[in-house]
């Protein structure tokens, strides 16, 4: 499943985009110093003016001074010249208008699980399917909860879901601006480990998601016929370790549980000669080198 994500978001590359929902106050890049700003007022072209903003996030205008503006969208900073024209007595009506020219900042920081982490230049926002696309898409233990961090506002992440319906993902999609940064964590693994139908490392679909031990042993292929469900073992953290009997679970005798990201739970074989990997060192390092599969 996680495969077909990896090739969907590929694809999302170079299509027309269909509106992106937002709520209303993420339609607009927020004003930043060294952005280059025009200021123009209706039916005063007179009144016209470009200027950059400062290092201290104001911007000098003709007759009122300089106005704060860093941080503001640029409706925002249009109502707050506005209001300086008419507080200072030098227009009633200015009805202002701001548009940003020129970003200081044109680079999209993209980290995490992406195969090609790094910083893109990006001139207008585009979907967030778009920009992981730029970061050549996602890992195979990529986390489906992605956080937008907005340039000039920190504190209020934004949180986007990768849906493994690609209508959905599409239609859901936020836009990422000009100099913010996407980040993308690592999903939770539980390792299936033993004779089993394919041994290796399992994403949860988010860290804070459950698998049982049967559900796990289950993704995993189950357990062949000649494999010792009697004497499973789960070892967690690497360091703690319980045997339990997935044949009990199996038939009722015993409760199931959830497992934890870190998790392995090694399935026994039948036979002597494969002894040699089952102390719990030996089953940690063959964790670590198990090859990671999709999970659910």
């Known amino acids: 499943m996680r495969a077909l994500l990896i090739h969907t978001v590929a694809l999302f590359v170079g299509i027309a985009w269909p509106a992106v929902a937002q709520s209303p106050s ?7 110093p060294g952005d280059s700003l025009h200021i123009s007022l209706l039916d005063m072209p007179e009144m016209d003016q470009r200027a950059r903003v400062t290092d201290t996030g104001e911007v000098p205008v003709q007759g009122i001074g300089s106005v704060r503006v860093a941080g503001m969208s640029p409706g925002e900073a249009a109502t707050a010249i506005d ?5 200072a007595h030098y227009l009633n009506h200015p ?5 940003v020219e020129q970003y200081a ?4 920081t993209i980290i995490g699980e992406v195969r090609t982490p790094g910083a893109y230049p990006i001139a207008t926002s585009r979907p967030i ?5 730029l970061g050549g898409g996602l890992t195979d233990t990529a986390e489906r909860n992605i956080l937008v961090e907005r340039h000039g506002d920190q504190s209020n992440p934004i949180h986007y879901n990768v849906s493994n319906n690609g209508e959905q993902a599409i239609k859901e999609q936020v836009l990422v601006n000009p100099g913010d940064t996407v980040l993308v964590p690592k999903a939770g693994i539980v390792y299936v480990l033993g004779d089993v139908g394919r041994p290796g490392g399992y994403t949860m679909s988010n860290n804070e998601s459950k698998v049982s031990l049967l559900e796990a042993l289950a993704i995993a292929g189950g357990a ?3 494999a010792k469900l009697g004497h499973a ?4 953290a690497g360091q703690s370790e319980k045997e339990i009997s997935l044949g009990d679970i ?10 934890a990201p870190g998790d392995i739970l090694f399935v026994p074989f039948s036979y002597a000669k494969n002894l040699v990997v089952t102390s719990t060192s030996g089953i940690t390092g063959a964790a670590g080198a198990a090859a990671i599969y999709a999970g659910h």
């Open 95 to 99: 009805q202002v208008s701001v548009v």
């Open 233 to 236: 073992r789960l070892i967690r």
């Open 83 to 87: 209001q300086r024209f008419v507080s």
């Open 26 to 32: 993420n339609n607009s890049l927020l004003i930043s």
């Open 250 to 259: 199996q038939k009722g005798k015993a409760p199931d549980f959830a497992m």
């Open 129 to 133: 399917l778009d920009v992981i696309a």
């Open 224 to 226: 062949t016929r000649a």
């Open 105 to 108: 900042t044109q680079n999209v």
